[in-house]
């Protein structure tokens, strides 16, 4: 079944909640309590076949993962007139949003604060920068790393790479 990186991420948080469930549901199982010398009923389900299809989706939640990665790096798009993966582009779109929060903060400040609780003496902190200057940058660096973002995006619907097990969880 061909799926697109999109529905790869969405395809990928399935499986792992399908992990999670399957681990708890072998959790369950494994023990009964019952007062000595009565009855129980069994599960239908054994320990043993919660493991091995465990293990089974384990393998298809790698293997997505690995075709995930082949497609982030293998596919490249235009950025400042440079081709960059899909991968390097993620990576970047994260430095750019941590710098932009840098960039914010440093916009937020006044040029002159007074600072007290330091007993008879008022200090003064002085901005050595501009922070209108800084403001603007902040300004320009958002629409900058929403454009990356938005690239990233259209890219992860456009992209596709076959996956057969993603019938087993999305249907045809």
Do not use: C
């Not at 399908?18 to 309590?33: D, G, K």
């Not at 929403?146 to 790479?161: D, Y």
């Amino acid at each position: 079944m061909q799926i697109s990186l999109a529905e790869a991420v969405a395809l990928r948080s399935v499986i792992s909640r399908r992990i999670q469930e399957l681990i708890n549901e072998r959790s369950e199982i494994a023990v009964v309590s019952v007062p000595q010398g009565e009855k129980y009923e069994k599960p239908n389900r054994t320990v043993e076949a919660l493991t091995a299809e465990m293990n089974e989706v384990r393998t298809h939640f790698r293997k997505l993962d690995i075709e995930m990665a082949k497609a982030n790096i293998q596919h490249t798009f235009e950025w400042d007139q440079q081709p960059i993966t899909i991968m390097e582009a993620i990576e970047l779109a994260k430095q750019m949003r941590g710098e932009l929060r840098d960039l914010k903060e440093l916009a937020a400040r006044k040029k002159q604060d007074y600072s007290p609780h330091y007993g008879d003496v008022v200090m003064v902190e002085y901005a050595l920068y501009d922070p209108d200057l800084y403001r603007e940058k902040a300004k320009k660096w958002e629409r900058k790393v929403n454009r990356l973002s938005s690239l990233i995006e259209a890219q992860n619907h456009k992209v596709t790479f076959d996956f057969p097990p993603a019938t087993f969880y999305l249907g045809e």
